[in-house]
Structure formats: C-alpha cells, structure tokens
C-alpha cells in the first residue's frame, strides 16, 4: 500500500481547525473556495458520510468517515470522482486519516492519503491536490473572532 504524507502548520486552534473540517461552512471557507457553486455536506460522526462536489469543474469526492475523535482525530474513505453527464463516474476507494496537534495557539494537521495505487503517480497527483487545499486552509481559516 502506498502512502502520501503532508503536515500544515495552521494558525488557529484546533477546535476551530476542526470545524474546518468537519461542517459545511467550515468547508466552505477554504476547501475549493474559489470555485463557485461547490456543494458541502458532512455528517462527522462514524458511519457518517461527507461529499465535496464542485458541478462546474465536473470533480466531486465522497466517502464515509470511520474515526471521529474529536477535536483530535479523522479517519474517512476517499472516493474522487469525475462527473460525466451529471452523474459521478467514481474511482476506488482510499482512506485519509487526520490528526490535529495543538502547538500552543497553532494546530498541526498531519494528514496521512493511504490508496490502492500501483504506482507513485496517483500520490504525486493527490500531493498537488492536498497540497493546494491545505494552503488554502493555512491561508483561510485564521482566528476570527466570535468562531
């Protein structure tokens, strides 16, 4: 099994960084927020299900979440798909697990991307994509007062 690993310092404290990451306006706040029209829907609790689906750009990712170990702990399956004809054209599944670290006022997410890949290109891809979203997480999601 391969895997791909990635860590972000975020300055905000995890209770916050965990909404980020777990309510559809947190979602909205950075994950593919410069596109318009992207759909958010999450139920973080195990058994749970989430989806991310941007229609315009024809991408969208689903998946259940297994570990929800609040504020500490996501484990969830990755399903990306494209959408052909307006239904969802999936690929197999992987799993992502989360953890947030507090280091003082900053949270550390350490994400760990695990898949059935047969080669190190499906990890260099998910890097480009992981990479861009936790930047904008960085960027996004600072401490704003009354969060």
């Known amino acids: 099994m391969n895997a791909l690993e990635l860590s972000r310092l975020v300055p905000a404290p995890v209770q916050q960084v965990w909404s980020a990451w777990t309510t559809p306006a947190g979602l909205a706040r950075w994950w593919w927020h410069t596109w318009r029209g992207v759909g958010y829907d999450v139920d973080a609790r195990p058994g749970g299900e989430y989806c991310i689906e941007a229609a315009e750009q024809g991408i969208g990712v689903r998946g259940t979440f297994r570990v929800v170990e609040p ?26 697990d989360v953890r947030f670290v507090a280091e ?43 969060d």
């Open 71 to 96: 504020p500490h702990r996501l484990v969830f399956s990755w399903i990306w798909y494209d959408l052909v004809d307006g239904r969802p054209v999936e690929q197999p599944a992987d799993e992502v």
């Open 104 to 146: 003082g006022d900053r949270t550390r997410v350490l994400l760990r991307h695990t898949g059935p890949w047969t080669g190190p290109e499906a990890a260099d891809d998910y890097r480009q994509g992981w990479t861009f979203v936790l930047d904008a997480l960085t960027a996004q999601v600072a401490v704003v007062p009354g």
